[in-house]
Structure formats: structure tokens, C-alpha cells
């Protein structure tokens, strides 16, 4: 091509661990023992390039989940199973970034079994959502719109001719492709319901069942929505909605978000909605742009989402999920997967309150449990026995979840920690168990420090 | 969110429980200590002071609870030292709750007529004093004796026009204090916003487990809470003083990286910082229940096996040791969402509520603190005077609100307007708008000009709510 429309600026930086944790936590769920280093000597593009498609089939490695009571995890069936079974993907998975778009579109597309009330749908959708993780989003809105989840949860199973619901017709503009605000009407919205008409389901023992088109339910007449008219029907609607000329921008921007928290710039949002267009509404292109952007690792630190730091907890140390409690901590953490808060989905600038933080204490507590050191235990005592400088307890400590970056202030803290362990063991008696609860307690500090918080 | 409005009732998940929910977290994180505030520094918490009052704190408030609250830590002791805030509980019946079923108008002959299964026997039941067409439900027993002793006024259909049916927006009205789908902080929140401190998180309290909407601020700190007892950060296998010390580090991490010019870093190292600030706050209920320290039990006995009597008890409590609360957002027991089968749960929840909210006020009484909260009861919407097929009522418009106390005056709150004359949706006509009463708490019990809060209140008749 003579000219190429100008170029999206990359990050020309140090790509060290530090960018490469950053890339880890953004685009996945942090790094598994030494993925980091790894990542970090590829250099910025073939770390990108190998998060976007990494080499093999994806697939779950690690110890799988042990349960309490040893029984196998049966996501469709027993309460909070569903939850276990994609947290288990999410620390496990060899395709972290495919797992990770999977969760941003059930925040994008935002469905709560709450509203469904059935677990296997929510995991069919979940496999839908999976499936086009990177792919087309044309294609995506086409599937989420007729999905059973999405029909039950928008009431996509109730709009029929003869009484139309509006539910589903106003969210896929205002929070699925366009964005409140001016760029359609009222008029626009019922529209697209009408337009929406024809999809139902029967009943059956297991619930709701055989969901499909009628067309003695489906409003046929002309509509007339953007200024267009026609005969419309649900793959009308999607289609409207995507090539909308506001879409690329409320579509880039929404994206943006999930990576980057600072705004972004207008050279670069109108670069990356040129992109979005020229490869055929593909989310792909786009993401991975964004990773290479400069402002992803140069800008300031962005708050995980409860479940990514929870999830990462256990990548960090390659162990498998061991409790049916994380359903229950998630939940406090403000992340039970499948229950967003409302269509809206989660509000990624509202993760961390007073309730939320101490359930983020429980998550770094219950992410290394079965390895707590006992305190009353000879053979752990005998290890703790000579003298250990408050330094070198850090040192392990930080070692045990594989040296992740912590900034100086913390260090100090934790440091400060060390030292105030030694001098409070004023017997001979407490030493050697102080020294063994010191590195319990400096695990758990580590985990739920403003920097593992953090990415 | 109740799992009512879920399961029993409508899916309604529409664009207003978005702003609903928006609103709920308006100042950016609730409850983070907002960007710009100056650090803690100058507040002397340098480690070994901090140390000293760390443990100053622990022997002093176990030793002398009820007599000296001020060592909690300076900003508590700030809000002390003044003479104490009025308090607010604001109860909020989820769903929308049928006013014709707590005073019903029994004799009505069209009430009858449109209530063929779920109208109240006129056999039973007392007379309401303020109005005789309507007799108090037996279940509402409760509010019964507090009326008949002065303590609370009914609204009896208050509300709005026009009315909105959705539980979201009817309720978000209500919590931001104006009908404006917009409006992103709660009418309470906009009141600590003007009276609050930048760095007492009980001021504004959520005995639940997220922050009430009518509670969020855009500026200061506010908490949600569902039970002090368990807010905890223990370890397995650490304890002693490698315990403190380590919950001290928590502290730490969070307050040495607050000055922080990294947003994301500041807002993890706030909710740090802030959290452990509430432990303290909150550490006399943290022992075991034998050894609790006195001012925690309490002097009467609430109804058994009931979250909101618990949660009602935690508030008196904490007033009684000196917390600085000034408003309260609590759930009543009970879901009034009752499209079919209402009488199989609403008298038993009406009960419920009615007997905790009369433990509450009795507990406020026997610690001498009755003049100091107000409580106001209130509920998204009543419900259509002619019932459904379901033996149950759908959403209706205007609906019942209550402010109980010592300090009420008794007196009717605007007047029942009948179920003869109803809107054009066939539901109850207010006489009174919700922002009169909203307008009367701010102007009257807090002594605070109504209007910086809730706009054109002044174009409403503000009852006169206080003796």
C-alpha cells in the first residue's frame, strides 16, 4: 500500500518482568511459576503475540480440584459448582487470554443466573462466549441475541406481536453496541423490539427447553430503526446496531476499559475504531493493539477484579483449587461468577470498599491454606529454629509466590513487620514459633498488598 | 438487592437498576477515602505512637466502655467530643409493601369488593386512633403500641406523581430523594456529604452486605457492614503479638502508599488503610459473646432467630459505647414483593418487623438514647387496592411511611385517600410526596436546610414531624 493511515503508536520501553506481570494480570490471570521471566526475555511482540495465540491447543494444566468431600465438580447441577468449574479454567488454563475475554464478555453481555435460574444454560453461554473470545464481534452479538440465557435474562422469550418487551431491544444499544445517549430514540427502541419478536421455548421436566424461532410470533410488518426501513428481524437488529456509525467508537472505548484505566487518546481511538472496521468488527486486532500500547505499561496501576486476583493466587504457585469455599469468598469479594450485579455488569471502579478488601484478606488466606505452617508442629518448629534475619523471612516469603514485583514502600512494611516479629519474641520459648508464624502472616501480607491488589 | 424482587416477583432489569446500582456507587469506590485527601500524616500515627495507642485503645475501651469512648481514635474522639448527632435509621421494606394490609380501611365497602380474599376481617383489629376508617393489621401489633404511645406518625399514602411501577426506579426515586433517574448520590449521602468527616467511615452505615444507595455520598467516607461481630482478620497459626502485629501491617501497607500519585495503588491502599480503621472502630464486638464488654448486650430481648432484630441491636449498641453514627440504612425483615400467596408470608414479615422496630425503640429507651434516633420507614411503593388472580396485589402507586421516635409527633401525615377515588392506573392517590418527609427529617431532626439537599423542597408542604 503507498501509505498506510498513520500507524497505532507501540510501546517502545524496557519490557522487563514488571511489564511482563503487567501483561500477565491485564490479559490473564498473572503469570504461573516463571512465565514472567519467560514472557519478559520474548520482548514486548512476542509476548503479545504469544498471549493472543499460544502454541498448542489450549489446555488445563496443573492439579485439578479436590473438594472437601472428594466428590466431582458437577457444574450444572450443585449450587455453586458453576462457579468452581470456570474459576478451576481460570487458574489452570494454558490460553489465559482467551479464559480472560471469556469473563469480559459476561461482564459485556452481562447475564446473571439469577435471573435465568438455570446453570446449564449459563454454561452454554459461557462456551459461546469462549468460543468467539477473539473473534468477530458480529458474529458474537448474532449468538448472544438468540441465546437461551440471554432470552430468559432480557425477556427475549416473552417479546412476542402481540406484546412486545422492550427489555432486550434497549439494552443491545445502550450497553451491548452503542451507548446511552443520542444516537438512537425511543422510537429506535421499540422498534428493535418488534424487530426482536418470534423467539420462544417450551417447558420440560429439566425447565426451560427446545428454544426456537416461531414465526406465528414473529412481527413481520416493516420497521424503522436508525432512519432505515424494512422488514427487520433479529439479525437485522444485530447488524444495525454493529454497523452503526457510533458503534466502533462506544465498541474501542468499552474495550479500552478493560485493559487501560486512563482514557483513551483521540489519535489512538480513532486508529483502533479504523482498525475494528478494516478487519471486519474482529475483537482480536483490537485487543492485541492495545497490548502493545504504550499507555498499557506506562500508565498507573489498575485494580484486579476479585476473581482475577483470586485466580492468580493460585496460578502464581501452580496449585489447583482445594476448597468449595471460594464460591462463598468470591461472593464477598464481589465476583460470584454468573451473577454480574445487573445487565450492566460489574463496575470495575467499585471493586475495593471496607467489605470487600477484608474478603480479598480471606481470598489471599484461603489461596494458600493446606500450605499454612503449623507452629505446633516439631519438625516445621525445627526448621525455624536458627536465627532468621527479618530480611531473609521477606525474601522467602516473597520467594514462595515467585518473587512477584513489590514496590518499596510495601517492602518497607513488610520489613518493618519482620523486625517488630523478632523484637516481641522477648522468651526463648516464642522464637522458633514466631518465626513460623512470621512467614504465615507475611504470605498472606503479600498476597493482599496494595501491589497484588493491583496490576 | 433482595433475592425477592428475583426470584418471587418480576425480572425487571432495566435501564433504571442500572442507575439504581450507578447510584449506589457514586463516589468512586464507596467507601474509599476520597483522591485529595490529605494523607493521615499529620494525625501523628507514626508506628510507635501508633503502637501506643494501639494498645492504649485496647485496655482503655474494654476497661471503661461506657465512660470513655473518646480513646477510640481522634477522629471518633473529634466527633465526640461535640454534643452527640441526631441519628437516623432509615428502614426500607423491599418490595413494595400493601399499605391496606397494615391499616386497612375494614368496612370499606369497595375494599371489600376488591380484596375478596386477602381483605382483613373487620372483627379484628384495632381502631386506628388518627383515622377510624382503618384498623391496624394484628401482625403490625408492634407499631400498634408505639402509635398509641405518641412514638410514631403515619403517612398513610405517600408516594408520587406520576408513579412509577418499577421496583428500581420507584425505590431509586426514593433513595436519591427527587424523581430523577439520574441523580447519582443518595439524599443522605448529599447530607454527610455537607456534615460529614472526611474520615469517619460509621458515619454513614449499611448494616448490610453492600452500601444502601440513599447512603452514598460523592465526598466522604461511608461504610456497608452486614454484622460487626464478624468483621475479622485473623490468620490460622498467627496469633499473639505476632497478630497485632501483623493486622498492624495491614494498616500500614495501606496508609504508607495513600500519598501514592498512582490512582490505582492509592484506591487498593485506602481500602487498606480504611478497612482496618473500621476493625478498630468495631473491635468491642468482636469478643465472644460471654466476655463482651458492657454497653454491647443488650437491656431487652429482641424477637429470636431474626437478622433484623440482630442488626437493629448492633445499632443501639453501637451508639451506646459512643460510635459516631449519624445515618443508618437497614432492610427490614421480610420481602413485600407478594404477587401471589400474600397472606402466607406478609403478616408473618409485618410481624416480624414490627416487633423488632418495638425492641429497637424499647432498647433506645432503656439506655437513655431514645432522644437521640429517629427512625423513618418506608418501602418503594404500596400496592393496587384490587388484587390478582394469585391472591396476591401488584405494584401500585402511593404507599405507607412511618417515622418512629420519642421525640415524633403524633399526628397523621397528610390522609388516606380511600380506595373509592384511584389514579388512572387504578392504584392509590398520594396526598403527601415522599420529598416532604425526606424534607421534614433534613429540616427538622437534623436541623439542616432541606433544600441544599433535595431540590424544590421547598414547593412541598413540610410536615411538622417533632414535638
Not at chain 1, 35 to 42: Q, S, V, Y
Not at chain 2, 140 to 146: E, K, N, P, Q, S
Request: net charge neutral; with cysteine.
Amino acid at each position: 500500500m503507498a501509505r498506510r493511515s498513520s500507524p497505532l503508536p507501540t510501546y517502545r520501553g524496557h519490557f522487563g518482568n514488571a511489564q511482563a506481570e503487567r501483561l500477565l494480570w491485564r490479559a490473564g490471570f498473572g503469570p504461573r511459576p516463571g512465565e514472567a521471566d519467560k514472557l519478559a526475555r520474548m520482548g514486548l511482540k512476542r509476548a503479545v503475540r504469544q498471549m493472543m495465540k499460544p502454541r498448542g491447543k489450549s489446555r488445563l494444566v496443573g492439579p485439578a480440584p479436590v473438594l472437601e468431600d472428594n466428590t466431582p465438580l458437577t457444574p450444572y447441577d450443585q449450587w455453586g459448582h458453576d462457579h468452581l468449574w470456570w474459576f478451576d479454567r481460570m487458574v489452570r488454563t494454558t490460553n489465559p487470554l482467551q479464559e480472560r475475554m471469556t469473563l469480559v464478555w459476561h461482564d459485556w453481555f452481562a447475564t446473571s443466573n439469577d435471573g435465568v435460574g438455570s446453570q446449564r444454560l449459563m454454561l452454554q453461554q459461557n462456551a459461546l462466549f469462549r468460543r468467539l473470545a477473539t473473534g468477530s464481534f458480529l458474529s458474537l452479538l448474532l449468538e448472544v441475541t438468540h441465546n437461551p440465557a440471554t432470552l430468559v435474562w432480557l425477556s427475549g422469550n416473552e417479546n412476542t406481536k402481540d406484546a412486545p418487551n422492550e427489555n432486550y431491544g434497549r439494552e443491545v444499544m445502550e450497553l451491548f453496541t452503542l451507548g446511552a445517549g443520542a444516537h438512537y430514540t425511543e422510537h429506535d427502541v421499540r422498534e428493535q423490539a418488534r424487530a426482536l419478536t418470534g423467539w420462544t421455548n417450551g417447558w420440560g421436566d429439566q425447565g426451560y427447553e427446545n428454544f426456537h424461532f416461531d414465526p406465528k410470533l414473529h412481527d413481520n410488518g416493516r420497521k424503522r430503526i436508525f432512519k432505515q426501513s424494512g422488514r427487520f428481524d433479529w439479525r437485522d437488529t444485530c447488524r444495525l446496531c454493529v454497523h452503526h456509525r457510533d458503534h466502533p467508537n462506544f465498541f474501542v472505548k468499552k474495550l479500552w476499559s478493560y485493559f487501560i484505566p486512563t482514557p483513551v487518546s483521540g489519535r489512538t481511538l480513532s486508529g483502533l475504531k479504523r482498525l475494528y472496521v478494516k478487519s471486519g468488527f474482529k475483537s482480536g486486532p483490537v485487543i492485541q493493539a492495545i497490548l502493545m500500547h504504550p499507555a498499557m505499561y506506562q500508565g498507573p496501576r489498575m485494580v484486579k477484579p476479585p476473581i482475577v486476583h483470586s485466580a492468580g493466587l493460585l496460578r502464581m504457585r501452580g496449585v489447583g483449587i482445594a476448597t468449595q469455599s471460594w464460591t462463598w469468598i468470591s461472593e464477598l469479594t464481589g465476583q460470584r461468577l454468573f451473577f454480574p450485579p445487573n445487565v450492566a455488569g460489574w463496575d470495575d471502579d467499585a471493586w475495593l470498599d471496607t467489605g470487600t478488601f477484608r474478603a480479598r484478606w480471606l481470598a489471599a488466606r484461603e489461596s494458600w491454606e493446606p500450605d499454612i505452617l503449623d507452629p505446633g508442629d516439631d519438625p516445621t518448629l525445627a526448621r525455624y529454629e536458627n536465627a532468621e534475619a527479618p530480611d531473609a523471612a521477606v525474601a522467602a516469603a516473597l520467594a514462595f509466590w515467585g518473587n512477584p514485583t513489590i514496590g518499596k514502600t510495601t517492602l518497607n512494611v513488610l520489613n518493618e513487620f519482620a523486625q517488630r516479629c523478632d523484637s516481641e519474641a522477648d522468651r526463648d520459648w516464642k522464637k522458633a514459633p514466631y518465626r513460623v508464624m512470621r512467614q504465615n502472616a507475611l504470605r498472606s501480607l503479600i498476597a493482599a498488598c496494595p501491589d497484588m491488589q493491583t496490576c | 438487592m433482595s433475592e425477592q424482587i428475583h426470584t418471587r416477583a418480576c425480572r425487571e432489569f432495566t435501564r433504571a437498576q442500572v442507575l439504581r446500582e450507578a447510584a449506589a456507587r457514586a463516589g468512586n469506590g464507596l467507601p474509599l477515602i476520597e483522591p485529595g485527601m490529605p494523607l493521615p500524616a499529620g494525625s501523628g500515627l507514626s508506628r510507635r505512637s501508633f503502637l501506643l495507642r494501639g494498645g492504649a485503645f485496647m485496655l482503655t475501651l474494654y476497661g471503661a466502655l461506657n465512660y470513655n469512648p473518646l480513646r477510640l481514635s481522634d477522629a471518633i474522639a473529634q466527633a465526640a467530643a461535640g454534643p452527640p448527632d441526631p441519628v437516623l435509621v432509615s428502614v426500607f421494606l423491599d418490595g413494595g409493601a400493601d399499605s391496606l394490609s397494615v391499616l386497612a380501611p375494614v368496612e370499606d365497602a369497595t375494599y371489600r369488593r376488591l380484596r375478596p380474599t386477602l381483605a382483613l376481617s373487620p372483627d379484628i383489629g384495632t381502631p386506628f386512633g388518627d383515622d377510624t376508617r382503618l384498623r391496624w393489621n394484628p401482625a403490625a401489633d408492634g407499631l400498634r403500641i408505639l402509635h398509641e404511645e405518641g412514638k410514631l406518625a403515619v403517612a398513610p399514602s405517600i408516594g408520587y406523581t406520576p408513579a412509577d411501577q418499577s421496583h428500581f426506579t420507584s425505590r431509586h426515586y426514593w433513595e436519591v430523594g427527587d424523581t430523577d433517574p439520574r441523580l447519582q448520590t443518595g439524599w443522605l449521602g448529599r447530607y454527610l456529604d455537607a456534615v460529614g468527616a472526611p474520615d469517619n467511615p460509621l458515619q454513614g452505615l449499611s448494616v448490610d452486605y453492600s452500601l444502601s444507595p440513599a447512603l452514598a455520598p460523592s465526598k466522604v467516607p461511608v461504610a456497608a457492614l452486614a454484622n460487626p461481630r464478624s468483621y475479622r482478620f485473623g490468620h490460622r497459626n498467627v496469633w499473639g503479638e505476632v497478630d497485632e502485629a501483623m493486622i498492624d501491617a495491614i494498616e500500614r501497607m495501606g496508609q504508607a502508599s495513600q500519598g501514592s500519585r498512582d490512582n490505582g495503588l492509592r484506591t487498593a491502599a485506602d481500602a487498606s488503610a480504611q478497612s482496618m480503621k473500621l476493625r478498630r472502630q468495631l473491635l468491642p464486638f468482636a469478643t465472644e459473646e460471654d466476655n463482651a464488654p458492657p454497653g454491647i448486650a443488650s437491656p431487652v430481648t429482641y424477637p429470636k432467630d431474626e437478622d433484623f432484630g440482630e442488626q437493629l441491636q448492633f445499632v443501639a449498641a453501637m451508639l451506646a459505647i459512643g460510635l459516631p453514627l449519624r445515618c443508618v440504612a437497614i432492610r427490614a425483615a421480610g420481602g413485600y414483593d407478594t404477587h401471589d400467596q400474600q397472606r402466607e408470608s406478609f403478616d408473618k414479615d409485618l410481624k416480624s418487623a414490627a416487633d423488632c422496630l418495638l425492641a429497637f425503640q424499647r432498647d433506645l429507651e432503656a439506655r437513655g438514647l431514645a432522644d437521640r434516633v429517629l427512625v423513618h420507614i418506608w418501602s418503594e411503593f404500596g400496592r393496587r387496592p384490587e388484587e390478582n388472580g394469585s391472591n396476591g396485589c401488584d405494584h401500585g402507586a402511593a404507599g405507607m411511611a412511618m417515622v418512629m421516635g420519642s421525640r415524633v409527633r403524633r399526628q397523621l401525615l397528610g390522609e388516606f385517600t380511600g380506595v373509592d377515588v384511584l389514579d388512572e392506573d387504578d392504584n392509590m392517590r398520594p396526598s403527601m410526596d415522599f420529598r416532604a418527609l425526606h424534607g421534614a427529617i433534613l429540616d427538622q431532626w437534623f436541623n439542616f436546610d432541606a433544600a441544599r439537599v433535595i431540590p424544590k423542597v421547598r414547593s412541598y408542604n413540610l410536615p411538622a414531624i417533632l414535638n
